[in-house]
């Protein structure tokens, strides 16, 4: 199973008003070698483009708009040369589940006076279309993303591309048809948002894995495919001493039985709640190991039944390659720092070192004995982002920015990091961070992420806060 970075698709969508097919019939040529050329000029690693047929009838912009729906595109760009009235436009684009992106695409870069004729006229006058359509959306509370510049200016193809991660965001977290095993954890109220209204809105649908169903494919695991996966460990991991075979025997038992799992309900991220995995004296098992493991083939992953946060790591691997699920542990009020950490799960591709296996144990009902995943996350600047939800069932996305110190952690265990945040006085982060409605599950990501959560805020209709 592997689930790594996928392209990004955009679909661009000309528009023009159906006036100027009887007013300048050579105009709908020259459109369509103006958008072959700014895709080239827009092409960038992992990005893909499929060209629309120019629209200028309300007919034509639906018949687009379900050739881009069939062929799953991330993001639809509204690309506006000439004027295109919002009437012909709008109609297809208020209920579509695709984000939006209003682009006034102009030939010319600079303004010269002397020469601004009616050819330079035809192909540079999108701008007032896209304040017309702009404003209709507004009005109809349909959300979109807009983007002024040109291909000459050093930062646009940036720009262009954040949108088009904003999208893809998006599009995963639709897709990712989370699982949850174990149920929610119990009376754990802040993570238990799947019935909210911005989710709904977003159609992710996730299913219910009863843990006799689980245990039935835990079960039928075969000794050969445990082996293979213990195979593997031994490849990846630094085994500890003290973690006995039978123990390392049943976390690959658990790891092929998740994997069996994601792939029968098609799922691409999973809410694992330890607690009730832990307590089935059948299992016995809280996934960590495989939980971690699948975070590192690209999956999307939480703890405590998440399956909302697990969906938006998943889409945070899709669009910045790398993340992890974390937690703030602790708060070091002298120096403004934390601790990012949880008991045995991260996505091991962070790591600074070598992962190591270590044995854990967890007595509640009865007494149960685990493997966990135990490293330190790299040194380096990182992003740490929560979407949760406001008062009143609307998505919103909290960011905070800093640096993962060289500190080490030496006497706890499990995926941990000292946290520097680029807020200086850490009593205000938290305390703002809480006001805010942030949750205590966290996704993890390398550099800064905060151009694209604001973006994917943007196309979402949700609320966006940079702490």
């Not at 999208?167 to 009376?187: C, L, W």
């Not at 039928?220 to 075979?245: G, N, P, T, W």
């Not at 982002?385 to 706890?412: A, F, H, R, W, Y």
Request: aromatic share 8%; charged share 25%.
């Amino acid at each position: 199973m592997n689930k790594k970075t996928n392209d990004i698709h955009i679909g661009i969508l000309p528009g023009m008003a159906d006036l100027y097919n009887r007013l300048c019939p050579d105009l709908s040529g020259d459109l369509v070698k103006t958008f072959n050329q700014e895709i080239l000029n827009l092409k960038a690693d992992g990005i893909k483009f499929t060209l629309g047929s120019l629209a200028c009838t309300q007919e034509q912009v639906k018949a687009e708009c379900k050739k881009f729906l069939k062929k799953e595109v991330d993001l639809i760009v509204i690309a506006l040369a000439p004027y295109c009235p919002s009437g012909v436009l709008a109609p297809a684009l208020l209920n579509i589940d695709i984000p939006i992106l209003l682009w006034p695409t102009q030939t010319m870069f600079e303004l010269e006076p002397e020469n601004y004729d009616l050819s330079i006229i035809l192909l540079n006058h999108g701008v007032h279309a896209v304040q017309d359509l702009a404003n209709t959306l507004r009005k109809k509370n349909t959300n979109f993303g807009i983007i002024h510049g040109h291909w000459k200016q050093d930062d646009f193809k940036e720009e262009f591309v954040n949108w088009a991660k904003a999208a893809k965001t998006i599009r995963s977290i639709q897709k990712a048809n989370p699982v949850q095993i174990g149920g929610h954890f119990e009376d754990m109220l802040d993570l238990q948002i799947g019935s909210d209204a911005f989710i709904g809105r977003l159609g992710t649908k996730h299913t219910e894995i009863t843990l006799d169903e689980f245990y039935k494919i835990f079960e039928a695991v075969e000794d050969k495919q445990i082996k293979e996966c213990v195979k593997d460990y031994r490849a990846s991991f630094e085994i500890s001493d003290d973690l006995k075979e039978d123990i390392l025997n049943k976390a690959a038992r658990g790891e092929v039985a998740l994997r069996e799992v994601m792939e029968k309900y098609k799922s691409s991220a999973f809410g694992l709640n330890f607690l009730e995995l832990c307590n089935d004296s059948r299992i016995a098992e809280p996934l960590h190991v495989a939980g971690s493991v699948l975070m590192n083939k690209g999956l999307g992953y939480a703890a405590e039944g998440d399956w909302v946060t697990a969906a938006f790591v998943y889409a945070m691997q899709q669009v910045f390659d790398i993340a992890s699920f974390s937690e703030i542990f602790s708060v070091g009020y002298a120096d403004n720092r934390l601790v990012l950490k949880h008991w045995g799960e991260g996505n091991y591709a962070m790591a600074k070192e070598k992962p190591k296996l270590l044995s854990s144990k967890f007595a509640d009902v009865h007494d149960a004995e685990f493997a966990i995943v135990d490293f330190e996350f790299e040194h380096g600047q990182i992003t740490l982002l929560n979407l949760n939800s406001t008062p009143d069932g609307e998505g919103q996305i909290i960011t905070m920015t800093g640096e993962i110190t060289k500190d080490n952690l030496s006497k706890v265990d499990g995926p941990r990091a000292v946290f520097k945040p680029d807020c200086q006085d850490v009593r205000k982060l938290l305390t703002d961070y809480a006001y805010n409605g942030g949750s205590h599950h966290l996704a993890l990501v390398k550099d800064n992420a905060t151009v694209v959560a604001e973006k994917i805020c943007r196309l979402a209709g949700w609320k966006y806060i940079s702490l």
